[in-house]
């Protein structure tokens, strides 16, 4: 259960991240390598980021929104907000709106400073 929930986080946001790019329609040779990009809506900022690790639904966690932003990925806050979770994500994997068993937890912390363009 726990390989299958990272995998299909790795997926998804690679499936994010690869679409983005082909919208771009050109490489990115900024920031720091060929990781997923996170929107801040808050801050108007682009963040690099990894991901790390799958995590059990305990806790508190901010949502990250794939298909949504300039770069696919976008989330209300980021570093230096008070409201920032330091990476602690959840995406709505079953559309229901709330944190759930179907859903997918993980830890993918953004990546400062944060940049004006993807």
């Known amino acids: 259960m726990r390989m299958t929930t990272t995998f299909t986080a790795i997926a998804l946001i690679t499936a994010v991240t690869m679409g983005s790019a082909a919208l771009a329609k ?5 920031g720091r390598g060929t990781g997923p990009v996170v929107y801040v809506t808050s801050q108007d ?8 690790t ?3 639904a305990n806790g508190p966690f901010q949502q990250l ?6 770069s696919g990925l976008a989330t209300e806050h980021g570093p230096g907000d008070t409201e920032y979770l330091g ?3 959840w ?3 079953n559309e229901t709106g709330v944190m759930d ?5 993980f830890l ?11």
Not at 26 to 30: A, E
């Open 26 to 30: 050109q490489p990115r040779d900024t």
């Open 45 to 52: 900022l682009f963040y690099d980021s990894i991901v790390l």
């Open 54 to 56: 799958d995590l059990s």
């Open 65 to 70: 929104f794939p298909g949504e932003g300039p």
């Open 87 to 89: 990476g602690r994500w």
């Open 91 to 93: 995406v709505d994997a």
């Open 101 to 105: 068993d179907g859903d997918v937890y």
């Open 108 to 118: 993918c912390p953004l990546l400062g400073p944060g940049r004006d363009e993807i």
